[in-house]
Every structure is written in structure tokens, then in C-alpha cells.
């Protein structure tokens, strides 16, 4: 069979001993006496061979195409082990992404270019996945650079979970120019005389905001999908595990389900399902349980297991606040899910940044552990920056995993001011996880609480 694509002159990472004997130089490879892949053929979207540019070579047919990666590395794709891929391409090609931005002027300059074509009334946003640190400015966007930069347009900038700004039409659209008390779950920043200064915090605010800017189509949020499945592959992405998150009921599925269906789905995906309502999650994640992986079980997306919201009454969210406790009623529940989780053969993946709430959380799995076995099952804390070595060890017996991610690029001084310094400079501590066998898997958690790139 002769190949579609032949890579030549490059160095080929295979994940085998001789690449980590060499380290991944040429000159390293020959010191070792080993000759390090430099060529790889592919044909069919399959591996067809891997070694020398003259032994790959010898598969070209007349239609072959030859790629000089002159030096460069190839690696496996990438697979993000967490990031809430669903939800941001709902609106993906909707919304500003200043990942890669370091000035606020360039942040401001593309709102003006937004906002120059938007149709009227249509919201500019940026919803997360950036941070002001990233600026030279080292500072948020204001409410009076929004209204300069946006126009009659609404403008809403959300910085991770920190704080959203939105400008004067934003804040008319959502009502917060006039609202006299703080919404549900959320905060209104006013003035000394009582203004709305264009700031807000809390979940129940960024919620009434996403729900003034309103609800696509299922076409549209595939056409936005895919959008962003290509920027996505261009960051080397080519597996993503989507942790389900707040607020994702089953119909918030359908875009990607009918991606697949047209074939449009480039991108492997493993989804888990979150409670969508507070009181009602054991009933929910029942109902996934019940339903089975449906359309979600083939070989570019499955529908794997529960969570990441698992509970909302276990959630500790960004672990800042460490007066937060998991109360008995809940961790029942907890204990109820895990156990109706582990009876099914389900995997479960849970938020947990806390030592805590780890604590808690494996005292649950301790005793689901003796009725169904949890080895085997990949039952996952995801997060766990705050990890003690005495719940490193409990994980390593159930045969449990951690799911890492690198949240304190942008997060280490407050951090830091909450849990010690000693705590922050061995989080997340992946050599106490790799010594004690426990399994290890890499995410960002974008696209609101961090960064995709």
C-alpha cells in the first residue's frame, strides 16, 4: 500500500525507551548509538510506518505527498483530559479569545473591530480563558474603555470566575443599571453614590448576563463547533475529555451529537454528565445511568461516565474558601451517587481542589469500595492542587486517578494567600502521585476557568 503522506526530516516522538534514552536530540541519539525515527508515513488517516526518510520513502506511489518538517518535532495528538469543549463551542465563533493577547490595548482594539461590523444589538463578549496578569497592564478592561471600544453595542468580559465588566448598554440589557439588590449568588459593584460601575461577581451575576445574550440554534452551535475543533487541532488537540460542568443538561448535546451525525466531528470526544439542578442530582445522573451511552459510544465520541458536578452541595469550586464543608446530608447523597455509579460499571470524575473535600469524597468511595470494587473503574478527582499525602495513599488503594490541570499560572498569589506557601509549591504535586502509582491524566479546564492554549 503506498502512503498518502510522508513526513521526512524530522524527529519522530514514538513514546518508546530509545526516545527517552536520547532525550529527543540528534546529537543525543547518536551518542547513545541509537538512531532516533526521522520519517513518518501515513496513508488512510493510519500510521502506515515509522523510521528513516529512505525506509519511509520506499512506500511513496506516483499520488504520494512528501512533508520536509525540516527538524521539527512530531509528537501523538494531544488529548486534553479536561476542558469544557461543549459548552464553549456553542458560541466559539461568537466570542473574543484573548488567550494569547499581552497588551490591553490589542484586548480593547478587538472589540472596535467587533463591534464595527456587529449587527445592532448584538453582544461583543469575551467569556473567560484569559487573565489580567497576562497584560502589561496588569488590570481589567474598564467601563468606560468598554463603552469608548464597544459603541452602542453590549460588551461583556468575563476574567476566569474572578469579576466580569460589562459597559452602558450591557448593563441596561441585563437590568443591572437599576436593580437595587444583588441578583441570587452574585454582586453588583456600585459607586459611593449607588451607580453600577460596570462590575460584577458571583455565578448567579455571569448567569443572568449568558442568559441575556441568549440561546443558538443547534446549526448554528455545530457550524460554531467546528470553528473551533480547528483551532483546536492547530494547538496539536485531538482528543478532548469534556467534564459535563454546570448548567449541562442532556439537550445541551444535541450540536455535538448532530455534528457527529453529518460527520463533521473531527475531534475524538469522551463526555461525562454533571447534575444540571441543585436537589435533583441523584435523580439526573439516575437518568444518564438509566439511558445508557446511546448515540455517545463509538469511536470518536462516548459518553464515558459521571461528572464533573457530581453534588452541588460537594462542589468547592476554586477551594478559596476554606471554611467550606461537604454537610452529612450531602455527603449521603454523594455516597448514593457514587455508590448507583460503581453498581453500573460507570466511571466517576468530581471536582475536588481541597484536601477536605477530598477527604470526604474518598470516605464515600472507601465504602462503595467494599460492596463494588472500584479498580478498574477510572473513578477520578480532578483538580486536587491541595492533595495531602495521606489521600495520595487512600487514592493508590482504591486504584484511583487524578486529573491535573495548570490553573495556578493564573491563580498561585491568591492561592497562595489561602493555603500556604508550602501547599502551593508542591500543587499539584505530581511526584508524590507518580511515587505512589496513582494515574495521572493532563487538562486545562478551559474555556471560562483557564486557557485552551
Known sequence: MSADVIYVNGLIYTGSSTDDRTGGSPDTSREAGVSEPTSVAVTLGRILGIGSNDEMLELAGPLTKIIDLDGRRV?????DGHMHAVRAGANWD???????????????QSIREAA?????????RVVGGWHPSQFEERRCPTREELDEAGGSSPVYVQSLYEEAILNTPGLRATGFDVMLDDPPGGEIERSTGG????????????????????????RKQEISTTAMMRQLHAKGLTGIVDPGGFAMPPESYEAIRELWRHGGLTMRMRLFASAAE??????????????GRGDFDNDMIRLMGIGEVVHYGCHDFEGLDTSFSISASDRDELLAISRRTAQCGWPMHIHAVLDSSIDTILDCWEVVNEEFPLKGLRFTVVHADAISSRNIARLAHLGAGVVVDDRLIFKAAVSEETWGVETVRRAPPLSDLREAGVPIAAGTDANRASSFN
Open 195 to 218: 451607580e453600577a460601575t460596570g462590575v460584577i461577581r458571583g455565578m448567579g451575576a455571569f448567569s443572568r448576563c449568558l442568559a441575556a445574550i441568549g440561546t443558538r440554534s443547534t
Open 116 to 124: 464595527a461590523v456587529a449587527p445592532q444589538g448584538t453582544w461583543i
Open 278 to 291: 441543585a436537589g435533583k442530582e441523584f435523580d439526573q445522573l439516575n437518568e444518564w445511568l438509566l439511558g
Open 75 to 79: 509528537v501523538p495528538g494531544l488529548i
Open 94 to 108: 461568537q466570542e473574543l479569545h484573548w488567550t494569547d493577547l499581552t497588551r490591553l490595548g490589542d484586548a480593547l
